[in-house]
Nanobody, 124 residues
């Protein structure tokens, strides 16, 4: 059974940093593309970042490029999202997702697998 569990969210001030983690089980990162999608209150889902399983390519949404770094520890089957220079508009629930073409992730689609999200709140 595929499971994804995001953690590490919290309340930070503008300009602060957070590191989200996603513990995965039931598959390895070689099997599927993995990434993060976020949803802010009243807004459509937005793709944040994606790692391609086929070539290791890493992709970021335009709104977070330069401020966010995605990484994975295959030995721990854990994915991370280091978020720096946070802005109030980054406030959202962040979901880790798997088994989705990166192009579709950036359309805000969560894909075949996703887990309980973690809340990130950035105060102004």
């Amino acid at each position: 059974e595929v499971q994804l569990q995001a953690s590490g969210g919290g309340l930070v001030q503008t300009g602060g940093s957070l590191r989200l983690s996603c513990a995965a089980s039931g598959f390895t990162f070689d099997d599927y593309n993995i990434g993060w999608v976020r949803q802010a209150p009243g807004k459509a889902s937005e793709g944040v970042s994606c790692i391609s399983s086929s070539d290791g390519g890493i992709y970021y949404g335009d709104s977070v490029k330069g401020r966010i770094t995605i990484s994975s520890d295959n030995a721990k089957n854990t994915m991370y999202l280091q978020m720096n220079s946070l802005k109030p508009e980054d406030t959202a629930i962040y979901y880790c997702v798997a088994d989705i073409p990166c192009s579709r992730l950036f359309m805000g689609t969560v894909g075949e697998f996703w887990g309980r999200g973690t809340q990130v709140t950035v105060s102004s």
